[in-house]
Antibody, heavy 123, light 111 residues
Framework: VQLLQSGGDWVQPGASLRLSCATS????????ISWVRQAPGKGLEWVSG????????YYGDSVRGRFAVSRDDSNSTVYLQMNSLRVEDTAVYYC?????????????????WGHGTLVTVSS | QSVMTQPPSVSGDPGQKVTISCTGS?????????VHWYQQLPGRAPKLVMF???RRPSGVPDRFSGSNSGTSASLAITGLQAEDEADYYC???????????FGGGTKLTVL
């Protein structure tokens, strides 16, 4: 199982950025994928998730309305489109595989993680 | 401010046992949602070391064990080794926030 991330960059407040998470080594459509971020020196924060079929999308309060998650089954890749970026969005963003096809509140965890990509929002 | 509280730091000598607590509420751990634990080595991505309260993923040593009771959960590490020095995070789901939630993290130092 591999999750290879790309797209992190330095941008100014208000800008947009798209992160990619290219996966391999498992049946892509059988797993939900989530995004988790970690601000410098801080803890983990769940950001977003998308079900295995792409039909259900989930967002944390801090990014709802600004971020959009999507997936392309043809190349086993998940994307996080980040708009109206704020200084407080500065973090390492990880994509992580969920063992199930959907986010199941009772049991969802993240069994494989990407290496992370740094997003810096600063003027 | 996380809805699940962990001690900022714990420490132990090699060979000893340490326990990391995760205190939640009736809207997360107390609601019966599974608690999962991650180990994050410096500069690395998190790694799942316990899921479903007390189940170890393949490859995680049996020195690691998990338990929960009421609105709290804990991760115990016996036979402490230098390689266990890392940050540890608990994770569950909160039905008030309707989100996946993480504890604030605990730094484990092996003396």
């Amino acid at each position: 199982v591999q999750l290879l991330q790309s797209g992190g960059d330095w941008v100014q407040p208000g800008a947009s950025l798209r992160l990619s998470c290219a996966t391999s080594g498992f049946t892509f459509t059988s797993h939900a994928i989530s995004w988790v971020r970690q601000a410098p020196g801080k803890g983990l924060e769940w950001v977003s998730g998308i079900s295995g079929g792409g039909g259900t999308k989930y967002y944390g309060d801090s990014v709802r309305g600004r971020f959009a998650v999507s997936r392309d089954d043809s190349n086993s890749t998940v994307y996080l489109q980040m708009n109206s970026l704020r200084v407080e969005d500065t973090a390492v963003y990880y994509c992580a595989r969920v063992p199930h096809v959907i986010i199941v509140p009772a049991s969802t965890n993240f069994d494989h993680w990407g290496h992370g990509t740094l997003v810096t929002v600063s003027s | 401010q996380s809805v699940m509280t962990q001690p900022p730091s714990v420490s132990g000598d090699p060979g000893q046992k340490v326990t990391i607590s995760c205190t939640g509420s009736s809207s997360n751990i107390g609601a019966g949602y599974g608690v999962h634990w991650y180990q994050q080595l410096p500069g690395r991505a998190p790694k799942l070391v316990m899921f479903g309260n007390s189940r170890r993923p393949s490859g995680v040593p049996d020195r690691f064990s998990g338990s929960n009771s009421g609105t709290s959960a804990s991760l115990a590490i016996t036979g402490l080794q230098a390689e266990d020095e890392a940050d540890y995070y608990c994770q569950s789901y909160d039905n008030g926030l309707r989100e996946v939630v993480f504890g604030g993290g605990t730094k484990l130092t092996v003396l």
